[in-house]
T-cell receptor, first 115, second 114 residues
Framework: AQTVTQSQPEMSVQEAETVTLSCTYDTSESDYYLFWYKQPPSRQMILVIRQEAYKQQNATENRFSVNFQKAAKSFSLKISDSQLGDAAMYFCAYRSALTGNQFYFGTGTSLTVIP | KAGVTQTPRYLIKTRGQQVTLSCSPISGHRSVSWYQQTPGQGLQFLFEYFSETQRNKGNFPGRFSGRQFSNSRSEMNVSTLELGDSALYLC?????????????FGPGTRLTVL
């Protein structure tokens, strides 16, 4: 089974600064998708950004961008100009292109934004 | 469109009892997945249903079961509850089962087993 590792249980960042959350994964597959989800204290998970493994270009969504290193099996999330509303648990997730909607999640990184 | 809804939001049960959780996906979504979320383990995949058929199943004991109805609503059942079953149970729905499609999550059901 695929495994997803988030080695930073907690991170903090000053408001308006930049922070990078790390994620590595283990797979023998070549075709897959990677996601970052955000879970604010209200518990509703929402998608932040996604990346198709066959695309070399890193995905970007406004202040959120990823650094996807396929050979290293690394998928980090960069949050620029951090805002108080970015405070949440962030989960990295892997989904195979072969097995439908079975997502593998990391254990999460709790991000604190300091005013 | 309304989001994914889960009922009940909170449950308290005792060991040995059974429980049924319900999930209504976003209208038009035929794929429903269930996850167990605990502080130490993160989100663990339970199972996925698509058009009333179980497509994938995670590594959970047979006490955990689910089903999906023709209107795509899904239920999961846990029998003979154990203390370790205390968790947040999340349901997620998707329109498709291929591509980089997004899963939309519900607010979860918080199950406490005493």
């Amino acid at each position: 089974a695929q495994t997803v590792t988030q080695s930073q249980p907690e991170m903090s960042v000053q408001e308006a600064e930049t922070v990078t959350l790390s994620c590595t994964y283990d797979t023998s597959e070549s075709d897959y998708y990677l996601f970052w989800y955000k879970q604010p204290p209200s518990r509703q998970m929402i998608l932040v950004i996604r990346q198709e493994a066959y695309k070399q270009q890193n995905a970007t969504e406004n202040r959120f961008s990823v650094n996807f290193q396929k050979a290293a099996k690394s998928f980090s999330l960069k949050i620029s100009d951090s805002q108080l509303g970015d405070a949440a648990m962030y989960f990295c997730a892997y989904r195979s292109a072969l097995t439908g909607n079975q997502f593998y999640f990391g254990t999460g990184t709790s991000l604190t934004v300091i005013p | 469109k309304a989001g994914v809804t889960q009922t009940p939001r909170y449950l308290i049960k005792t060991r040995g009892q059974q429980v049924t959780l319900s999930c209504s996906p976003i209208s038009g979504h035929r794929s429903v997945s269930w996850y167990q979320q605990t502080p130490g383990q993160g989100l663990q995949f339970l199972f996925e249903y698509f058009s009333e058929t179980q497509r994938n199943k995670g590594n959970f004991p047979g006490r955990f079961s689910g089903r999906q109805f023709s209107n795509s609503r899904s239920e999961m059942n846990v029998s003979t509850l154990e203390l370790g079953d205390s968790a947040l149970y999340l349901c997620a729905s998707s329109e498709f089962v291929a591509g980089a499609n997004e899963q939309f999550f519900g607010p979860g059901t918080r199950l406490t087993v005493l």
